[in-house]
């Protein structure tokens, strides 16, 4: 098995933000996405507790979302 399999699932991201600058917009956008779902996110960042439909949501909705920014960024809108 290669080095990507060799990773997943021992609690290390492989996801790495291409702006790390961005790092706090997406915070925020991942909480906003919480309250409005109904999804609380929890403090430590362990999310085993939760069920595979409240995380899909959650990153569902937040791939909706970032696709609907970027959609208004290239057709030139502010909101």
């Known amino acids: 098995m290669g080095q990507a399999g060799q990773s997943q699932g021992r609690g290390s991201r ?6 790390p600058q961005a790092t706090a917009a997406l915070q925020q956008l991942k909480y906003e ?3 409005e ?9 362990y999310y085993g507790n939760y069920t ?16 609907q920014l970027a959609e208004q960024q290239l057709s030139g809108r502010s909101n």
């Open 14 to 19: 492989s996801n790495n933000l291409v702006v």
């Open 33 to 35: 996405a919480a309250q």
């Open 37 to 45: 779902l109904g999804v609380t996110i929890p403090a430590d960042g």
């Open 52 to 67: 595979s439909r409240e995380t899909g949501s959650l990153g569902g909705y937040i791939t909706k979302r970032l696709v």
